[in-house]
Structure formats: structure tokens, C-alpha cells
């Protein structure tokens, strides 16, 4: 397809806002996918995704559209909706010229929506606003209409309105993508530069790069260039997908497509790199590459021990199409042999710690999620900590924690609260706007520390649900920070320490200490549970001693009865771990690590 015919375009939306449902109406009304073949939710495959309702991996389909005679390609690239993986956003975002922004018209814009806004407007791209789930009763376009556009500085009337759920007025948004999305431009005769913004694996055909060409051209058999990494590989088919894959004869400038290179791991096919030809390469790769890295840490322990090798099989299967999923075993004195994972955000953290109980049936814990430290030590050394066990005791200069810049979007009435809230975690206001009357958002900087663990949660229930929430990481700052320990009998038990700021120091200790003293049984002696900073003890809560023997009640008669009491102590043993000479249950520690 020459390039003034093509249209690529992507659709920002809050979760829940019906971009699933708007894709799946628009494959259908330009007969991509025939009604009987339209499986619900055609773009989301995996069943996680489609179960929570979120899109995880963005793909893209071509649909052929015409207007005045004239016979377009519209590529959708369908982007991925949450915090966590802005990264992938934007590289969906660079591979377009224009975007849908797309809003419900019975819940305005949110703040997930607003953050992916202002990315697209720093790529300069043209934005359509649609309303849309106009069909429902509480919809109010009226209100919502003045709000987009004042946002975006367009007129009410600019917006389009739509119903995914019946279609109305999803002609007119093909119609307007068309007359107002501008065509892709780039050198048919330069080196061919492709970048690729998202890179899936399949089992059968190994991993499949999904690329927008931006200059040249590249074709079936020839060989390519990753241009991060300065691999080869030979282009064994290419094609688009259309939005079962179809092998072409290559891709010129504009168009997105498909390559498949016969390489078994996502990390060797790396969204936001550049292919070039290796015949005649490119010499600057396009810009806006950046490494996936890793900002959240959890251990990862199988309940039963013995799970231990179908854990690592699991790892390392769901990393094939993650290139974002680190780990590394742990041993832990008081969970077994694990791994320590890293991950890019909450949701992915949970996303695959689900993936591995559903589709591997183990059962985990997951110990409480850590930020990475970067610590100064006296004689000047930096070390990186991602794992509260590992934080150096004394001799630490300086300790940098990572910030977020964080977004959240609330009902006015709410916003004395949500201020309370991010005080509380340590923020610091940066900007507070009024979307409208009774809409506010919230921008403030924040420990990432202060966010991983429960800050949602709280968000939502301090506001009853309605505000929003979106972060990006933004640099590291210092602050005084110390390791808690926690000790049972004076051993200390490595999954519960933590990193806290000195201030929470405290508290953090008298609740991790009192949580224990309710969950772990009596047991034939005294056990003191203490948490510590250093050798400086901050709490203490003490277990009494009682004098547990089974066997006293049985009155010595009879026997079967006794083996059967002894046989039941054993069963319970298993599920015992010991910490020095304390037996403690697997579930107290489960219920320790628990947020609540
Ligand atoms: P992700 O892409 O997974 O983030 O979510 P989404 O934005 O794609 O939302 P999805 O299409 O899954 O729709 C969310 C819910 O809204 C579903 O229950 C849909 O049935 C419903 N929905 C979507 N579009 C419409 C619409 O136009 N009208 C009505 N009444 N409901 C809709």
C-alpha cells in the first residue's frame, strides 16, 4: 500500500472505557472478522487479560476502509492501558500518527487516560476525542464533551459520540481517522528503518516482532539488523495481520506488519529497537530506545518445597515473553529456596505471580514487594539493594530511594483526603488543576517505596472508589532510611525485614511484632519477638509457654487412638517451618506478608 493511503492509529483509554469492545465493532464493520467467527474480545488473548479485563500486550491489525472512492489501510494498534507499562505505551504511541482518545461518557476522563494524553501530545499526534457508551442511561456526553475539550482545546462539538456496544457512530470514527490522521512520511530509497513496538511469543512460530517501518523497505529472506544489540537475523516471513497473520511480499514506509525470525526469546527482539537491513544498515537507529528495567523486587517462595524445580521451569517459560521478568534464586532461612523476581511495576508483579499459581498450580508466597536502593557506603563503595536482607548494617553514607511522579485524578469532594494520604507517604505537592467544577487532579512526587505496597488500596477506599491513579518513575532522592528487623528468640527471620523510612520505623515494628505474637501458637517455652535496627531494640511482644502434650489425655488405654494423635502432630509438623529452635506455621508467615 503506498504510504498517502495508510493510517496508523492507536486508542488511549482508561480501563473498563470500552476500547476492547470499540476495536472488536471496528474489525467487524470493515468485515475484518466475519460476526460468526468474532470471538469476544478479539485483541485480548491471553485469559488473565480477559478475566481482569486489561490489556496487557499490544498488537495491531490492518483494516482495509474506504472513503470517497478511494481504498485506505487503517492499522489499530491496540496499546496497553496501565501504569505499569507506560513503556510500552509509548513506543505503541511512536508508531502512529494518530490516536483515539477514547472516554466513557458516563465516568469522564480518568487519570490513566490524562497521563497516555500527554505523551501522545508530546508526539505531536492528532487526537479524535470520542464519547463513548452513549447508549447507557447515566451517560452524559453534554458534560464530558466540555471537559475533553477543554483539555485538549478543541470544540464540545469535535467529539465524536459513539456506542461500541451497538455501533452507532463507529463509521464516523473510521471516516474521520481517515480525513484527519495525517499519512505516514519517510524515504522509500533510504536504509530501511523499522521500530518495533511490541514482540510476542508463540509456541509454534517462536517469537513474532511487530514493527511500523519508517524508512526503505524491508522483505522476506533478507537479512536484518537489531540495531541495540547488532545481531543478525534472517527474515524468515513477514506480513501483517489482518488479524490472523498473513505472509506479504514485504513492508514499505508507513505500513506495520509482522516479521518472524526464527529467534526463541522476546529479549533478543527488544520493543523500541531499531531492524535495519544488514545488507545496507541504517546508520542512526530511530530514537526513544530504552532498556525495560526492573523497579520492583519480591521473593518468590513455593509453599511446599519440593515445587522448587516446576517454580524454575515456570520462570523461565513466562520470561520468554517478558522481557521485563528478572529473577535469581533466593534462599531464605525462613521460606525455603525461591527466586528473587523483579518487575516492572504492582500489576505485573501480580499478573504473573497469578500466571504461575493458574497455569503451573503452584501455591506462593510472595514476600513484601521492595523497591531497588541505591546505598553509599563510608569508604565510597555504591551497592544496589533490592532485598531488605541484604541492606548493609552501619557504615552507609547515603541511601537514594526512587521517586514517582504521580497522577491522581479524583472528585473534588475528595481531594482533603487523598492530600492526607500522600502526605502521609511522604509526598511532596507539585500542581492541583481543576478539570472541571467537581473534577481535581492531583500531581504530587512520592517515594515508589510508599506506593508498591498498598497506596491503591487506600486510594480507592478513601474515595469510594472514584479517583485514579497513574505513576512514572522520575529519579532517586536521599532520604533516611533504616533496615527493621524482626527477631524471634533473638534469631532474626530474613522474609520480614524491612526498609522504612525512620519516622515509621517504629510503628512498622510494633505492628510486624504484634501481627506475629497473634499468629505464631504457644509453644513449650517463652518466645520473645523483637524488632530491631541494628542491635537496638524498638518493640518487644512476648509468647507465653505452655505444656502441649498430646498423649496426656488419652489415659494410656488405647493405642490406635494414640498413633492416630501421634500421626496428626506429624501432619502439622510438616507445614512447620523452624526458626532457630521456634516452630512456626507456613501460614503465619503467608498472613504476616498480607497487607492487611
Ligand atoms: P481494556 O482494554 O481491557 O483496558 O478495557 P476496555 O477499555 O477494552 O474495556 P472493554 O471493551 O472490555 O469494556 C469494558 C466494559 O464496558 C465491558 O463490560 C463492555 O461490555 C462495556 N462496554 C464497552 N463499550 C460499551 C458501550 O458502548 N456501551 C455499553 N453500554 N457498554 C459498553
Request: net charge negative.
Amino acid at each position: 500500500t503506498p504510504a498517502e493511503l495508510i493510517r496508523n492509529f492507536c486508542i488511549i483509554a482508561h480501563i473498563d472505557h470500552g476500547k476492547s469492545t470499540l476495536a472488536d465493532r471496528m474489525l467487524q464493520i470493515t468485515g475484518v472478522v466475519e460476526q460468526r467467527a468474532m470471538r469476544a474480545q478479539y485483541l485480548d488473548r491471553m485469559d488473565i487479560e480477559r478475566e481482569r479485563g486489561i490489556t496487557i500486550k499490544s498488537q495491531a491489525v490492518r483494516m482495509p476502509w474506504e472513503v470517497g472512492g478511494a481504498g485506505y489501510a487503517l492499522n489499530m494498534i491496540d496499546t496497553p492501558g496501565h501504569v505499569d507499562f507506560t513503556y510500552e505505551v509509548s513506543r505503541s504511541l511512536a508508531a502512529c500518527e494518530g490516536t483515539l482518545l477514547l472516554v466513557d461518557a458516563a465516568q469522564g476522563i480518568e487519570a490513566q487516560t490524562l497521563a497516555n494524553l500527554y505523551l501522545a501530545l508530546e508526539n505531536d499526534m492528532t487526537i479524535i476525542p470520542v464519547l463513548n457508551k452513549i447508549d447507557l442511561p447515566a451517560a452524559q456526553p453534554e458534560k464530558y464533551a466540555e471537559e475533553l475539550a477543554n483539555l485538549i482545546g478543541c470544540e464540545p462539538s469535535d467529539c465524536l459520540r459513539v456506542s461500541g456496544k451497538t455501533g452507532q457512530g463507529v463509521e464516523d470514527v473510521l471516516d474521520k481517522i481517515v480525513a484527519e490522521v495525517p499519512a505516514p512520511v519517510g524515504d522509500p530509497n533510504a536504509p530501511a528503518r523499522a521500530m518495533i513496538f511490541d514482540s510476542v511469543y508463540d509456541t509454534y512460530r517462536g517469537v513474532v516482532t511487530y514493527v511500523r517501518v519508517v524508512d526503505g523497505q524491508l522483505s522476506p529472506r533478507e537479512k536484518i539488523v537489531m540495531m541495540s544489540t547488532r545481531a543478525t537475523h534472517e527474515l524468515l516471513e513477514i506480513g501483517v495481520s489482518s488479524p490472523e497473520p498473513e505472509p506479504s511480499k514485504g513492508l514499505g514506509v508507513g505500513e506495520v506488519g509482522y516479521l518472524i525470525t526464527g529467534v526463541k526469546d522476546v529479549r533478543q527482539s527488544k520493543v523500541g529497537d531499531t531492524v535495519t537491513n544488514a545488507a545496507k544498515p541504517a546508520e542512526v537507529a530511530l530514537e526513544g530506545y530504552r532498556e525495560a528495567k526492573p523497579m520492583v523486587f519480591s521473593g518468590i517462595f513455593p509453599i511446599d518445597g519440593s515445587d522448587y524445580p516446576i517454580l524454575r521451569d515456570a520462570l523461565d517459560k513466562l520470561k520468554l515473553n517478558d522481557a521485563a521478568l528478572v529473577y535469581e534464586p533466593e534462599n531464605s532461612a525462613a521460606l525455603g529456596f525461591g527466586y528473587r523476581c523483579g518487575f516492572l511495576g504492582l500489576l505485573h508483579l501480580e499478573i504473573i505471580r497469578e500466571r504461575l499459581e493458574r497455569e503451573f498450580d503452584l501455591d506462593l508466597i510472595a514476600t513484601a514487594p521492595s523497591v531497588i536502593y541505591e546505598v553509599t557506603l563510608d569508604d565510597g563503595k555504591e551497592v544496589e539493594v533490592t532485598n531488605p536482607s541484604e541492606y548493609p548494617v552501619g557504615k552507609i553514607a547515603e541511601v537514594r530511594e526512587p521517586m514517582v511522579r504521580t497522577t491522581v485524578l479524583t472528585p473534588s469532594e475528595f481531594v482533603g483526603p487523598v492530600m492526607e494520604l500522600c502526605q502521609q507517604r511522604r509526598g511532596t505537592m507539585l500542581a492541583m488543576d481543576y478539570l472541571s467544577e467537581d473534577r481535581v487532579e492531583l500531581r504530587y512526587m512520592i517515594p515508589m517505596a510508599e506506593i508498591v505496597f498498598d497506596f491503591f488500596d487506600i486510594l480507592k477506599s478513601k474515595t469510594r472508589g472514584y479517583a485514579s491513579l497513574d505513576y512514572d518513575v522520575d529519579g532517586e532522592q536521599a532520604a533516611d532510611l533504616v533496615k527493621v528487623d524482626i527477631l524471634l528468640q533473638g534469631e532474626q527471620v530474613d522474609a520480614f525485614s524491612a526498609i522504612v523510612h525512620r519516622d515509621k520505623a517504629y510503628s512498622y515494628g510494633v505492628m510486624m511484632a504484634g501481627k506475629l505474637r497473634e499468629l505464631i501458637p504457644r509453644q513449650q517455652f517463652e518466645v520473645p519477638i523483637q524488632a530491631a535496627i541494628g542491635a537496638r531494640i524498638i518493640a518487644r511482644e512476648t509468647i507465653r509457654a505452655i505444656r502441649k502434650d498430646v498423649l496426656s489425655k488419652c489415659y494410656g488405654g488405647d493405642i490406635s487412638r494414640k498413633r492416630k494423635l501421634l500421626e496428626k502432630q506429624k501432619e502439622g509438623k510438616k507445614r512447620m517451618k523452624m526458626v532457630g529452635r521456634v516452630e512456626v506455621p507456613q501460614e503465619a508467615f503467608i498472613a504476616a506478608l498480607s497487607s492487611d
